[in-house]
């Protein structure tokens, strides 16, 4: 079970953090994913990690601005989101599997989303 939190309203420019949760031990085989969802628009990949932490990627409309990361000991991944943009705005997803993909398909686990509104 994954529960994402760290969303809210910040200004353009301004940074937040979002925080995955994971219950249970097996997180830490599992490679991280964050996806969003923007009003009207369909869900699509943010930035992966892998179960170690050592192989990162991200989508090119946030690439230099975001920061993926994990801590396998609190079986917690983040999403350090900085020089966000209004087009951020969306309901942001983690996830988890056992694939290291951007296809949303590969994902087994899913947390509950968490808002982020970046005005302008």
């Known amino acids: 079970q994954l529960q994402a939190s760290g969303g809210g309203l910040v200004q353009a420019g301004g940074s937040l953090r979002l925080s995955c949760a994971a219950s249970?031990?097996?997180?830490?085989?599992?490679?991280m994913g964050w996806f969003r969802q923007a009003p009207g628009k369909e869900r699509e990949f943010v930035a992966r990690?892998?179960?170690?932490?050592?192989?990162?990627y991200y989508s090119d409309s946030v690439k230099g601005r975001f920061t993926i990361s994990r801590d396998n000991a609190k079986n917690t991944g983040y999403l350090q989101m900085n020089s966000l943009k209004p087009e951020d705005t969306a309901v942001y997803y983690c996830a988890a599997g056992q694939d290291y993909s951007t296809r949303s398909e590969a994902y087994d686990y899913w947390g509950q989303g968490t808002l982020v509104t970046v005005s302008s």
């Open positions: 249970g031990r097996t997180f830490s085989s599992y490679a």
């Open positions: 990690i892998s179960w170690s932490g050592v192989l990162t």
